[in-house]
């Protein structure tokens, strides 16, 4: 599927426009090109290679728990993925590389469940960190929650010891604004609003569907 989209792409690369939305249809979880990656819906197939991502302990040192996940704990967290689209309408997406296809990550948008609020997710495969792969990603999921979803603050939470983490909200525009309670954690929080986000030039193309 992964590569017949790109078979179908070929000669149909983006033109100028900076943020086309004219394939969109309500209802059905779009996809995201941009410069270097893919953020398209989750499938359950998508299992193996997830489970590998969240099996090492430098991926989720700083995530609830500590630990690194089961691939039955990856099975459930796929499942929530998967779920939170149907029932919010928006949600986190799985990162491909555009050359490979390989996939190395998630980001994405997810409701924080507490306060109502909207939290960017960001999470990427170690080998393919500092190559500003979720800086990326997660300037194209704050444009898509401004731009389409129209939402007028987006949050992202972080263990204060996670400086790579917090490195990525302050590129992304981000301010600080306290450190608090969130999901029984004590976790820096950051956040831009709708009138402060800066979306950059960067060509980003939004899809109907895995669109792959
Ligand atoms: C946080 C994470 C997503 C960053 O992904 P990434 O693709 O490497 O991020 P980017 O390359 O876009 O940017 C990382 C920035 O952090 C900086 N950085 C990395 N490690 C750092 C550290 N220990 N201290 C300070 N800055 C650090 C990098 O230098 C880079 O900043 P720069 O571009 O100014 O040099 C990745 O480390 C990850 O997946 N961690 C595990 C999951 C996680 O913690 N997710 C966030 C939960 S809140």
Redesign the pocket.
């Known amino acids: 599927m992964i590569r017949n989209h790109e078979e179908r792409r070929a000669g149909n690369t983006p033109n100028t426009s900076s943020w086309r939305t004219n394939l969109l249809q309500p209802g059905q979880p779009p996809s995201i090109e941009t410069g270097r990656l893919i953020l398209r819906p989750f499938e359950l197939d998508d299992l193996d290679d997830l489970a590998a991502i969240l099996a090492d302990p ?6 609830p728990g500590g630990r690194p996940r089961t691939r039955e704990q990856t099975g459930t967290t796929l499942q929530f993925i998967i779920s939170h689209w149907e029932q919010h309408g928006f949600g986190w997406w799985a990162v491909n590389l555009k050359t490979d296809r390989e996939l190395i ?1 998630w ?1 994405g948008l997810k409701l924080l469940d507490s306060t109502g609020g909207v939290e960017v ?6 080998r ?11 300037t194209a999921s704050l444009r898509y929650g401004f731009q389409e979803l129209k939402l007028d603050r987006i949050i ?4 204060p010891e ?7 909200m ?2 992304m525009g981000m301010q600080y604004e306290k450190t608090a309670e969130y999901y029984n954690l004590e ?1 820096a929080c950051y956040s831009v609003t709708r009138a402060a986000f800066q979306p950059g030039a960067e060509v980003h193309r939004v899809r109907q569907g895995i669109s792959l």
């Not at 430098?58 to 995530?63: A, H, I, K």
């Open positions: 430098d991926v989720t040192r700083y995530l990550g980001c997710l960001y999470l990427f495969a170690r393919h960190w500092g190559q500003g792969y979720a800086t990326e990603a997660c992202a939470l972080a263990v996670n400086a790579a983490s917090r490195r990525v302050e590129k976790l």
